[in-house]
C-alpha cells in the first residue's frame, strides 16, 4: 500500500457508501419520515422538511457536491508531496467520515431498523478510515496533533459541501 493509493481510496470509500444511501434512500424515507420525526427532536422539523431532499436525484446531486470538494482534498493532497497543511484536508474527511459511520449506527439503535448507510459503514468505512490513521501514523505523514486539528476543519467542510449540496439537491427536485 503506498499513500498515494490510500488518499485515493478516501473518495472511492466515501463514493461507495454514498451508493449505498443514493440507492435506497427515496424509498426509506418514504416508509420512514414519518417514524423519523417522531425521534427528532422538534425545532429541527421544518429544516428537515424544507431542506433535505426527498427523491433520488435531488439527493443523488447533493452527493455529487459532497463528492467534487472530497475530490478537490484529494487533488490538493496528491499535489502537496505529504507536507502536512496538504493532508490536514484528507485526514479532515477521512476523520468525518469516521465519526459519520458512528452517526449511522446511533440511528440504526434509535430507529431499530436498518438506515441507508449503515451497512457500508460498518463494514467499510470504520476499518478503512482505522486502517488509514494507522498507515499514515506508521509512515509518519501525520500525527495525532493533526487527527485532532483535522476534526474541526472537517466539520467545517461537511457543514458547507453538505448544506450546499442539500440545498442544490432540493432546488432540482423543485424543478423536476
Sequence with gaps: MTLTILIWAVASAFIVHDFEEI?????????????ILKVL???????????????????????LVEYMGILIVVIVAMSGEAKD?????ILSVVSILFIHS?????????LRRY??????????L??????????????EVIDWPMIWISIPVGVILVV??????????????RYN
Design 41 to 63: 427532536p422538534q425545532r429541527f422539523h421544518n429544516y428537515f422538511i424544507r431542506v433535505f431532499p426527498r427523491h433520488t436525484a435531488g439527493f443523488a446531486l447533493a452527493v
Design 115 to 124: 438506515t441507508p448507510g449503515v451497512v457500508t459503514a460498518v463494514i467499510l
Design 23 to 35: 440507492i435506497v434512500m427515496e424509498g426509506w424515507l418514504k416508509r420512514n419520515e414519518k417514524d
Design 126 to 139: 470504520i476499518p478503512f478510515c482505522l486502517y488509514f490513521y494507522q498507515f499514515a501514523l506508521e509512515i
Design 102 to 110: 458512528f452517526t449511522h449506527i446511533g440511528q440504526a439503535i434509535i
Design 160 to 173: 458547507f459541501f453538505n448544506q450546499v449540496g442539500l440545498i442544490l439537491g432540493k432546488r432540482l427536485e
Design 85 to 89: 497543511w496538504t493532508l490536514i484536508g
